[in-house]
């Protein structure tokens, strides 16, 4: 049995619209991407944490550290669909203009993302050892229950060896350092979560794939073990957190925040490339801030969005994603509440109380030597990574002098600031991106279908 | 003593403190992308130095600006709002303190301490202690531990009493939880605790006279910090430890008498009250 060590445990969805990986999503690729929604709110939290495992489910494990012992009514799995919808609706976005007729106007929609899926690594061993029980060991069962098609037990455990030891001899293959990476946790009387597959439920519930788990506690520390998950790694790791919060933006207090660039024009064959240009001008940013920064590539009330790349979640897929608090607020309790999908301005009556922020971290273990904290800030501004596409007007010069400026010096000018704004966001040489636009171009794939305003 | 460090010492600190302080929100605001606008520091700085202006008239005190100056830039640095009326607030408040809470002719806050557990308090406002990123840490500690030895300041013992005693907790709390020592650099990464260390709770006109009392504040400080951090999981503990304990100067001043403080030994008969420093 092999064993993802982590919080991010297994291996999951790579953001929407990110694509890492989207040309190829076999098992070669390493386990770099994961997903966690964070709830949270007045010291109580729920984590969801989704998983897009495609390997063998008998090879599936799961430890994350819990601060308390969770019982079966704390756990639940959830459908894989509410996830990728948050997914979907925080993704950055591409936004088309469309250049009016020199000699007339208008204008935009946007582009959602495609969803590409990574899988991950597992390292593998076997055991053998002589058994010893758990309390020999210093383990502790606290919980023995099933959840869906999880087998899941809470442990407590007095030292880390022991807990290895235990772990190892239950047939779960642990990566090299694990009782180095477990002992903070045990120092601290964390509890470990352990999930594996159970499949018989597995095969009643009629799901191929298996479905995020979810757990709640109540317990002042607002952070996420990042550590044990970095046990099998092999370079750095991508994972998205969805903080949902009552009002405000979400930041790490021990790693820096900064948002990605935002709302800068590049070039129209995006359109077809955002799923490379995209994780380019990732890489980019993550390295300019040090490869230690937190990057924001979105925060905003979950009541709308401008543009919308996924219509907002519902109150029902919030609450399934673990938002605890609608209920407390009994008028605002409308079954179907008016979202107000594509509109300027926030919604009145009705509106929930919930912001998202998105987080995308991309950790190694030898910068990121802590565990991620966070704090929820009181800031309600919104803000979202948006990039902007202008197409060009298809005429002719001889139409109107206008037309004449336009396509002389207007055009020209702006498209090469658009070449060197994608230069700067993404480190590609100008050079490349002129010529990558020039082949788009003579190919047709730099338009966009139908102009739609 | 190398005449660099001697002709530090003949002048004001707090315009070196101006100095590092204004170049730390340049540096802030236009290369690390402070989530804070131009407009909320124009506003602390039109505020805060209203308040001292006011003031100084209505006391008749020749103190002069800076260390409302001081109190500004720290406040700028260190509180995050999305509205426009916290910082200003937070500086007059900040300012205001220091003139009208005063025991045994000290301030029984540091004004800049003051403003921001006043913006806290608000419910509009929070901090960003990983705001600066580690490279820009980095290049703060050295320079301004450096500068600490060549200017010799004369209350930098308070600096290094408590920088000892919250490293050293945390280093505990390493060994204890067997972390990697990364983990303790990773504490230097937090540009709170250097503004602290350096421009808080080294204000002279806040601290204990004698030498053993400012030791005994600066480990209080470090230990009740630590644990509203690491305890409690709580944010801000640095200010709120100094918070609540700078007022028990008057306490160890009884029990172990000193020298008061002057920003200006050389020019002590001019500046008769001693401006009220500020975020140190």
Known sequence: MKIWLALLLCPLNASAFCGFYVAKADSSLYNKASQVVIVRSDGRTVLTMANDYKGDPKEFALVVPVPVVLHKNDVKVVEADVLAGLDAYSAPRLVEYFDEDPCNPRLLYSKGSGVAAVRGSSSDGSLAQQRKSAKALGVTIEEKFTAGEYDILILSAKESDGLETWLTQEGYKLPKNASKALKPYITQKLKFFVAKVNLKEQEKSGFAKLRPLQFGFKDARFMLPLRLGMLNADGPQDLMVYAITKKGRVESTNYRTVDMPSDREIPTYAREDFAKIYPAMFENAWTKNDKRSVLTEYTWDLNWCDPCAAEPPTRETLEKLGVFWFADTPDSAPQNPPFMPRRRGPSRGGALEARITRLHVRYEPATWPEDLVFQETTDTRNYQARYVLRHRWEGKASSCDAAKTYLTKELPERESKAVDELAMLTGWKPEKIRSDWKKARAEGKDKAKTRQY | ?280
């Open chain 2, 1 to 280: 003593m190398s005449e660099l460090g001697l002709s530090l010492r003949t002048v004001d600190p707090r315009r070196f403190q101006i100095a590092f302080l204004g170049s730390f929100l340049l540096f802030g605001l236009y290369r690390l992308e402070f989530k804070l606008e131009a407009a909320q520091v124009a506003l602390t700085f039109a505020s805060g130095l209203a308040v001292q202006a006011f003031f100084l008239r209505r006391l008749r005190l020749n103190d002069g600006y800076l260390s409302a100056l001081v109190t500004c830039l720290g406040l700028s640095l260190l509180i995050r709002s999305d509205t426009y009326w916290v910082h200003p607030l937070a500086a007059a408040v900040g300012i205001g303190g220091k003139f009208l809470l005063r025991v045994n002719g000290k301030h029984l806050f540091n004004p800049a301490n003051l403003g921001v557990v006043f913006a806290l308090a608000l419910g509009h406002a929070w901090i960003s202690p990983a705001q600066w990123g580690h490279e820009t840490m980095v290049a703060a500690w050295v320079l301004l531990l450096g500068a600490m030895v060549v200017s010799r300041a004369r209350r930098s013992d308070v600096s290094l009493a408590f920088l000892t005693s919250f490293l050293s907790l945390c280093a505990l709390r390493v060994l204890w939880l067997g972390q990697r020592w990364q983990v303790l650099g990773h504490r230097l990464d937090d540009g709170s605790l250097l503004l602290f260390t350096f421009f808080m709770i080294s204000d002279p006109k806040t601290l204990p006279d004698s030498r053993r009392g400012r030791a005994a504040l600066a480990f209080l400080v470090a230990l009740l910090a630590f644990g509203w951090q690491f305890g409690l999981y709580r944010y801000n503990g640095l200010f709120y430890a100094l918070f609540v304990l700078t007022p028990t100067t008057a306490l160890w001043d009884r029990m172990w008498p000193g020298d008061k403080y002057d920003w200006n030994p050389e020019k002590r008969n001019e500046d008769l009250v001693s401006a009220a420093p500020l975020p140190a």
